[in-house]
């Protein structure tokens, strides 16, 4: 098996982990230009990255096969990305973009109490802190009074929390001597096959090949290379460097992302001074925080990369 890349360094992996961000910030856009509902549209997303990555694992000189114990490690995690994923789309569904995005910020707060268990820290009042203060910088970025329907908030908040479980596992994972690539994979069957129950219930939402536009399989095919398989696989080497929490703060500034693209590109969301004020606290807490984990003194992104995965 080939050896896997070095780490990288802080500043590259800093800047990598803000171009990924980029990347998801389009998915949004994406999924206002795909037809199709939200059930079909995340299972042809999944199931095209399992397809791509199928191909890519040996093209990178590493096998498809793997002992089961660790595949059905891989296989657990995937299970919580296929439920994020319905849960996320079902909060935007059911109680809007906004609420949906909103609710997703607390994934900050969630990891800075999921991280120590995993890792074996004491949790850190300064980052429970500073995920409580994405919370107001988001709320302030999309200018919202939360008053969305209970199940749309409901479905937001576990998003989040499982969001959380998984880059927090993600971040034990990727300690391994794994290749990305496979690992993502093994993942993501799991998560297909999570989302594939969803049409044991609806049948009528599921959408054929066959009854794909041209458009939509053009949009889903960027959705699922430059929007997923490129940024699932560069995270999990950004997770050799920086911790779960650390890429889970700079994750917030997806939905800025999303707004600026959103107003560049369709001239219908004019960015407000609240907008500004929220980017402004997103940004000021991400430096924050990146300044914080450079002091000498070993913080949670060195334990992390320290610690041997269970």
Same mark, same amino acid.
């Given at each position: 098996?080939? @050896? ?32 199709? @509902? ?8 999944? !199931? ?17 096969? +793997? ?10 995690? =995937? ?30 707060? $969630?990891?800075? /109490? ?5 890792? =074996? ?5 300064? #980052? +429970?802190?500073?995920? !409580?203060?994405?919370?107001? =910088?988001?709320?302030? /970025?999309?200018?919202? #009074? ?9 479905? =937001? ?41 969803? $049409? ?5 939402? $599921? ?10 399989? &053009? ?16 995270? /999990? ?16 500034? #997806? ?6 693209? !959103? ?11 609240? $907008? ?13 925080? !990146? @300044?914080?984990? @450079?002091?000498?003194?070993? &913080? ?11």
């Amino acid at each position: 098996m080939r @050896a896997l890349t070095p780490k990288l360094s802080r500043p590259s992996a800093h800047a990598l982990l803000h171009g990924i961000v980029l990347l998801w910030g389009c998915t949004a856009i994406l999924g206002k230009q795909i037809s199709i @509902a939200t059930i079909p549209l995340v299972w042809y997303r999944i !199931a095209l990255v399992v397809i791509v990555l199928a191909g890519l694992v040996p093209l990178r000189g590493h096998s498809l096969r +793997l002992p089961w114990q660790r595949a059905r490690s891989y296989f657990f995690v =995937g299970v919580f990305i296929g439920i994020h994923w319905l849960c996320f789309y079902g909060a935007v569904k059911v109680a809007g973009v906004a609420t949906g995005v909103l609710t997703l910020s607390t994934i900050t707060f $969630f990891t800075a /109490l999921i991280e120590p268990l995993l890792f =074996g820290r004491r949790v850190d009042v300064r #980052e +429970l802190v500073i995920g !409580a203060f994405v919370v107001g =910088g988001a709320a302030l /970025l999309l200018g919202v #009074e939360v008053r969305a329907a209970p199940l749309g908030i409901a479905l =937001g908040l576990a998003s989040s929390l499982f969001a959380a479980c998984f880059g927090v596992m993600n971040g034990r994972l990727a300690q391994r001597d794994e290749p990305p690539e496979r690992l993502m994979l093994y993942e993501l069957v799991a998560a297909v096959a999570t989302v594939s129950v969803c $049409f044991v219930f609806v049948p009528s939402q $599921f959408v054929a090949p066959w009854q794909l536009s041209s458009a939509d399989v &053009g949009w889903l095919a960027v959705l699922a290379v430059m929007c997923t398989v490129v940024p699932q696989v560069l995270i /999990l080497n950004v997770l050799r460097t920086l911790s779960p929490f650390t890429v889970a703060l700079a994750t917030n500034l #997806e939905s800025v992302y999303s707004l600026i693209l !959103a107003a560049i590109l369709f001239h219908d969301e004019p960015l407000t001074h609240r $907008f500004y004020l929220g980017a402004g606290v997103l940004f000021t807490l991400v430096g924050l925080n !990146a @300044a914080r984990k @450079a002091r000498p003194t070993p &913080g949670p992104d060195e334990r992390a990369g320290s610690t041997t995965p269970a």
